[in-house]
């Protein structure tokens, strides 16, 4: 993508498959799970599996954010390689095996462990240990370093959706800056309440103003549909 958001000529490739289906952000975005009757935790909106990541819809699967908020990639990674062989298995007749954290840590949100946070932005995923003296330690830059004093204080996290229009068409968004991560729910909630008017929305559109402190930009482009 160049700096608008837009495919770079020549840079794409053509994956011969069915369905594809993201994941991508905090707040699990399951509007195709719901639809297709998946059991729903309401406390998280996230899908609620068995250990080999099968929802209680025989023969649908479930993994990263769409299941649980985590932290760390890797454990997203691990958990889709763990779906989608169980999926093959499911449909081929053979024997499922059940995910297992590569790590001895909860992929829960939060804390992997007292005193440590992972730093998360960027792929280097820098280990931040809080001392005992009030200093940081284990970043390789600066904003490590900001980014531990700040998720001690509070927490915050970009939220990431999708919000409806009058068509039925979802628009996706995100706000444009953090917010605190104990507001993710309720805000998700509440753009969840709000529907947008049958409008063309470039990437980059101001849709909800004063929001939380901050805005909620399209992060897409959804084109005006013709009323009947
Ligand atoms: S501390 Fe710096 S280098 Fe390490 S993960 Fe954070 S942003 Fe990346």
Known sequence: MDENHRAIAGDSWIVDCDALVLSVGLIPENEV??????????????TVTDEFMQTNIHGIF??????????????????????GKNAAAFCCGGTMTPWQPPHRY???KGLPEPG???????????????????TISGHLCRRGEEYAIQE?????????????????ALAPVRTASPIPKCDLLSAAADLREMVLDNQD??????????FRGTSVIATDCVPRLEEL
């Open 201 to 210: 929305i470039s990437c980059g559109d101001i849709l909800v103003e004063n």
């Open 106 to 108: 909860s992929p829960a």
């Open 33 to 46: 799970a719901r639809s297709a009757g998946v059991g729903l935790d309401p406390r998280s909106n996230g």
């Open 62 to 83: 479930s993994c990263g954010n769409s299941h649980a908020v985590m932290d760390l990639v890797d454990f997203v990674s691990s958990q889709g390689d763990v779906a």
């Open 152 to 168: 001690r204080a509070n927490p915050k996290r970009t939220l990431t959706l999708t919000m409806r229009t009058k068509t039925g």
């Open 116 to 134: 440590a946070v992972n730093c998360i932005l960027c792929p280097n995923g820098c280990r931040l240990c809080y001392e005992k003296d009030g």
